[in-house]
């Protein structure tokens, strides 16, 4: 690297420091004085009158619309609409974001009509009842705002990303808050560069710029996992933390990435992946950065990255912090963070931006800090909070944080945004709101005593707060709707991910138990060997993907008996197996590696190997006539269907070969998938089905289902021939093109077979709303067959 690209990190944060110092002291001053009180006073009795409601004709007609929990996020957003609420509701949030985020004053005509543009985006998009069914930050949501903006590739590549670090997230660490977190930084860089793009832009240059966002968004939202929340876990011990921030710090310092170094085996794999996926996001960042924006990307990534360090190693058992050592750190952290954003994007210099933003980043940090203060306390952390809680009767000299917070509250209003009222009302909004989430939270008496403490000082401008605290309205905003709706579903999915591969497991050992043929003991003048044909074929490592669906819908959705279907479990997985023995055979696949093992041709012979298959078949038919706990008219449909289902696999198997070296469209491929795949996850779902006596419109809608997945099941398979791993997939790879097949990747090339997976995926996901079952095993399996490695 360039000497002049080279930073002076002692340089660099003393300038910084120095700012920040300016600003603490002119705080301080403002504390000292106690400014705040009469200004925010009066702010508030005006800001009332907006939030105080008594009861009107209105409200009581409209009684029987209870107020909806703020948690409930497609409920909450109906209550909002029904009660005219919600233009409002959405005007102060994206006021607020546009404060916050893009650095912005409300004062300007300009602001002022793009944020009345995307509360009417946003409120037409929360209002379609595609939007209350597929939330924005879900995998379909997100793949068909994709396809909108002609980015599917992009988000592909961001959904296999995150779905890698969130396995990666080691035990002591929230991968819940780490993903959340990552998804919101990737957020906060697109709504600057959309910001930044206007409305001038050309469609391909706007996905252009959108996918250079995303990759840039996570790029730099990964130092929050890996570098943030990594050293404040305890993931590393101590002398690996040091060595980690050195290396952190030597790459700010010189541009360029250490080797990874040596590390205890404990922690190795971990710091392997994690420092080759920064390296990776660092050169990205790098290499997207103009000459002249590079060095002051640098120095600010710097002074971002060594506050947080000089914060992190605090000691709370320290009784001598200065206010000016709580202070300073938390003033720059706060502010390089949301700086840093459009550094990393290019964008151009904006000295407003950059004087908003420094003044308000601690505005927000100390709201999270007293929201976060218990958990602080009991981690042993220091913040203002914490501190001011240990030693406030000790150090008379000890700024009291919650007057610094309403003194920053009040320079903000009245000196950085020049008293403007719509600054004035989303400000006071977000502070209200926040201690109202705070009493919720703790619970009452605990608030008070907080209050007591905190507020001691000014009591009648604490009567005048918690008045507010207990009877103002309309103070919630949709970020912290979304953000708590992002972490409900990502706990739930979590959750309920463990439940399905526990599930799978569970039932797949249940279902190998059962699947064993007994020999026949009868006297025998010559060995057969067909009975030990089959059980070597169905002991091989199979997935038992069918039974296990066939169980799961059956007996926990249709509440059918376990010991009633096992004849029609065995059944499914005779079938399938059947099928692949068919497959392997030199005149069909002429594959010679099934499950893990060789395939039957291969250990006994052809003929044999037919016989078995032909065997397997009879006795799933034989399975399938035993069901005697069913009314009889249901079995005799299931076989019927049964047959239907196997004499079309038949048909599409032929088809198969017969295509074998041709080229097919993508119709053809699409028809012949369904035959292969599609009908052995729908007989798997229809059958109990069929027991159960569902009705019609839901084993339609199970049929589309089953249809997609198929496809989606297919198109990942063809995928993973190509890029799978021989010792992960259990079979040989690369045999459609040993064997000049039309597969999706060859017609429609790596990308686009991942396109059309996902295509397959959403539509199998929404077909899912038309079920009237439980349907979380089958969300799952989606996700499974989506994102599997063998």
Known sequence: MNKELLINEDSCYAAAEQKASDYFQSLYLQVKQKNYIPLITRDIQSWKHNHIHHQSLFSFFSRGK?????????????????????????????SYIFMRDLGKALDSNETQTRIQQVVSNLKNHLLTSKAAETDTFSMVGMYRWAQKEGIESTIIWLLNKLKIVSSHIPQGMDPDHAQRKLIKIIAGVLMHEIEEMGIEISPKERSQKLDRAIKLGY??????????????????????????????????????VPEVGEWA?????????????????????????????????FEQSYVFFHSQEVDRVKDLSNENYTNEDLYIPIILKSSSSRLIVRSVINAPDDEGFDNRTFFYGIYNQLADDFADMYDDMKNGAVTPYTYYLKYHDKRTDLINPFELYWTVISNLIHNVYHSNSKACEVILDRAINGLKRFKERVGTKKYNEVMELFASGNPKFNTVIQKMVSKADDVDFFDKLLRDHMIT??????????????????????????????????????KEPITEAANYSLEGDGKRLRPIITWIMGINEYKLSQSAIVPLLRSLEFMHTASLIFDDLPSQDNASIRRG??????????????????????KAIEE?????????????????????MTAEMCKGQAMDLGSRGKPLTLEQLNMLCFYKTGIAFEAALIMPAILANATELERQALKKYAYHAGIAFQIKDDLLDVE???????????????????????????DGAKKAMW??????????QEVPRNTSFLKHLLNYIVNRDH
């Open 66 to 94: 209870r107020k909806s929990d703020p948690r409930d996020y497609h409920n909450y957003i109906k209550y909002l609409d029904y009660t005219g609420k919600l233009d409002n509701y959405l005007d102060r949030s994206i």
């Open 219 to 256: 790029s730099y939202g990964l130092t929050y996992p890996f570098i943030d929340d990594l050293l404040d876990a305890n993931v590393l011990s101590d002398n690996e933390k040091k060595q980690y921030s050195e290396l952190i710090r030597t790459t700010l310092i010189t541009g360029d």
């Open 265 to 297: 085996e404990k922690n190795k794999n971990l710091i392997t992946y994690v420092h080759s996926e920064l390296r990776e996001a660092f050169e990205f960042i790098k290499a997207k950065q103009s000459p002249e924006t590079l060095k002051s990307f």
């Open 489 to 526: 579903n990502l706990k739930n999915d979590r959750r309920e991910q463990e439940v399905f591969q526990e599930s799978i497991e569970s039932v797949r050992e249940q279902i190998n138990e059962l699947l064993p043929i007994p020999k026949d003991e009868t006297t025998c003048l010559l």
């Open 597 to 618: 093992r060789s395939t039957l041709h291969m250990v006994y012979n052809n003929a044999i190997a037919e016989l078995t298959g032909l065997f397997l078949t009879q």
């Open 624 to 644: 399938q006539a035993s069901l005697d706990q069913f009314d009889s008219n249901s079995v005799l449909s299931l076989i019927q269907y049964s047959a239907q």
């Open 724 to 750: 799978g791993d021989l010792n992960t997939l259990g079979k040989s790879i690369g045999k459609d093109a040993e064997n000049n097949n039309s597969t999706f990747v060859s017609i429609l090339g790596s």
């Open 759 to 768: 295509e397959h995926y959403c539509l199998a996901m929404e077909t899912l």
